[in-house]
């Protein structure tokens, strides 16, 4: 009937969704200000309106103190920030706890023995992910900051082919999208804005509002946008997050672009069913051509017209 979550990342907000929909009261706990961190802001804000709408509770800057019994379940004692600066004691009692604080790797098998270098944060691979033991690959969450399955599924096939096959490929070159599954779901590939920012790489992003994409105006799901960050003065997409509906399933085609090469305009040339919500990556396609209209720009296309009813 009452669950309370520590860690409001993916794993997280889905099952905060989820058990709120079926009923539990749910209260989530962070110590970040905002649900999804390493996500856009935007989408944090987002995601943090539906899970309110479904009646969690979000309870942001929370560092738990202790947790400890109370009657058939327990009590989580918090400290928040207040407003004079000073630390805010606060608790709340639940069923059961869930932590959705992350995951470290199972290492404590004597790889010694094999000499296989690890630490508490996993295996010690390379970029063909060989470990310190030539003879031996390691792949998946125990090798990998990107704790994914798609990822593990990824690098074994990559394994595979330079443990057996003579292969040389590089776990660095993969291009990994991620989603969060909530409703609406947040989907990302590359940097935040704010990654970009702070590796001093210069980006355009474009945004477009889902309310502007007409499947997502008819289905009443216009809470969310698609934004794409392109490298400064080229056609090449450096990152995207799209907050949407199925919003894991349209990500994955900025994900093939980037792996390809492809910018933004070659992905707005492709013809998008209508109406999806996949055509919002159309727009954004629009949407940066429409910067690139300056007025210099402009004052040459009205020379070009006046030019052209002089001719025959």
């Known amino acids: 009937a009452r669950l309370t979550i520590l860690g409001a990342g993916p794993i997280g907000c889905e099952l905060a969704q989820a058990f709120a929909r079926f009923g539990s009261r749910v209260t989530l706990l962070d110590m970040a200000d905002r649900v999804l961190p390493r996500e856009e802001p935007e989408a944090s804000r987002v995601l943090t309106s539906a899970l309110e709408a479904d009646g969690v509770r979000f309870v942001a800057g929370a560092r738990v103190v202790r947790v400890q019994p109370a009657g058939p379940g327990n009590r989580v004692i918090f400290e928040r920030d207040g407003s004079q600066g000073g630390a805010v004691e606060g608790e709340v009692e639940a069923d059961a706890l869930l932590l959705a604080v992350g995951r470290t790797p199972n290492v404590n098998l004597g790889l010694e023995a094999a000499g296989i270098a690890y630490t508490s944060k996993g295996v010690r691979v ?158 954004a396609a629009d949407e940066l051509r429409r910067g690139k209209l300056t007025p210099r720009v402009r004052r040459a296309f009205g020379l070009y017209f006046r030019l052209s009813r002089l001719l025959p």
């Not at 992910?129 to 390691?138: F, G, W």
């Not at 057996?164 to 935040?192: H, K, M, N, Y």
């Not at 093939?256 to 069913?273: T, Y």
């Open 126 to 283: 390379d970029a063909r992910l060989r470990t310190t033991n030539r003879r031996v690959y390691a792949v998946g969450d125990v090798a990998s900051a990107m704790q994914f399955t798609h990822v593990a599924d990824a690098q074994a096939r990559i394994a595979v082919r330079n443990a057996l096959f003579f292969g040389r490929g590089r776990a660095t070159d993969l291009v990994v999208p991620a989603a969060t599954f909530t409703s609406p779901e947040v989907a990302r590939v590359g940097p935040t804005a704010e990654e970009l920012r702070a590796a001093g790489t210069e980006a355009e992003t474009v945004t477009v509002e889902l309310s502007e994409v007409d499947r997502a105006r008819l289905d009443g799901d216009e809470a969310g946008f698609v934004k794409v960050h392109v490298a400064r003065g080229k056609d090449r997409i450096v990152g995207a997050t799209i907050v949407a509906p199925h919003a894991g399933e349209i990500i994955a085609q900025i994900g093939q672009a980037m792996a390809f090469g492809h910018g933004l305009d070659a992905v707005g040339s492709v013809i998008f069913p209508y109406p999806t919500v996949a055509e919002g990556l159309r727009k």
